[in-house]
């Protein structure tokens, strides 16, 4: 956002709920198992520009400084340099990129017609021996493009 000259911020909340099947796979836990799931609607110019929902491990969190991603003295740090404070050190990430009709409350929150085309980006951050945190992010096709760099060595 500010590259392109928009103030960017952000909206969230934080609560401990336990792993669906689909998320505790990504993470490599049991469903059921408790994690710490953070809800963000990203602004630009004060209007909704993306959404996200991120789970991280409450094994891996819980009693840290780094347990609320909002909160406390490492809050608004990115996965990385949060998960470092504690010792997880972040080797790669994976990224799936796909297109589908926005939800009803996906559309609502981000201002765009109901079954509007959004792109959908499914990341996983792994350190060398586990996955740390997976988000499920949300942006309206019609306003945004996805671009990557893409290391070659």
Known sequence: MAAAGVPGTWESSTERVPMTPAIAARLGAGPGDPAMRTVYTFLGG???VM???SWEPAALTTGTAIMLPEEG???GQGVVE???VIG???TRAEETVAARPALAAEAE???IRPGGIVL???RTYHTDQ???ETADIVLPAERYAVTYEVPVR
């Open 73 to 75: 003295p490492h809050a």
């Open 109 to 111: 929150r981000l201002g």
């Open 51 to 53: 959404l996200s929902v």
């Open 120 to 122: 959908t980006i499914t």
């Open 88 to 90: 997880q050190q972040i």
């Open 46 to 48: 004060g209007k909704p």
């Open 82 to 84: 949060r998960m470092a």
């Open 130 to 132: 586990a996955a740390v």
